[in-house]
């Protein structure tokens, strides 16, 4: 799951549990992910690329911006 890419459909910033799609090539496609900020920063807005940078089961991820 580390190192998977995704896009954020509901908005992940500090004190938000935001929600990502995240690519999955084991399991030939695409899921939904609770998910939270990585480090502190801005909010993540809707539509932006994003690394998981950690993963704890069953649903949440944490994430950074690709841009």
Do not use: C, W
């Amino acid at each position: 799951m580390v190192g998977n890419v995704g896009r954020v459909t509901g908005k992940v910033g500090m004190g938000l549990v935001g929600e990502v799609l995240v690519h999955i090539p084991e399991r030939q496609g695409t899921e939904a992910f609770l998910a939270y900020l990585a480090t502190p920063g801005d909010p993540l807005p809707v539509g932006t690329q994003v690394l998981v940078t950690e993963y704890q089961p069953p649903r949440t991820v944490y994430v950074t911006s690709l841009i």
